[in-house]
């Protein structure tokens, strides 16, 4: 496969490409820890009994 030429701006454009990635990966990591250490202090918070709102409430029937 033949890449096609850059020309003369070739190290800015592939170092922009490099930091959005590196940006992406980044917030990507963040949501997914953020995500385990919601989840951990909620798991705390209901093993101590302290449930979510209308947690306890039936759904309502569709007719």
């Known amino acids: 496969m033949m890449l096609?030429?850059?020309?003369?701006h070739a190290?800015?454009?592939?170092?922009?490409?490099a930091v959005f990635l590196?940006?992406?990966?980044?917030?990507?990591?963040w949501i997914v820890l953020d995500g385990r250490q919601l989840s951990r202090q909620l798991?705390?918070?209901e093993a101590?009994?302290?449930r979510r709102r209308g947690?306890?409430?039936?759904?309502?029937?569709?007719?």
């Open 4 to 8: 096609p030429s850059l020309g003369p």
């Open 22 to 29: 590196v940006a992406v990966i980044g917030v990507v990591v």
């Open 48 to 50: 101590r009994g302290i």
């Open 11 to 17: 190290g800015f454009i592939l170092a922009a490409y």
């Open 55 to 63: 947690s306890d409430k039936k759904p309502d029937a569709v007719p």
């Open 43 to 45: 798991a705390e918070l």
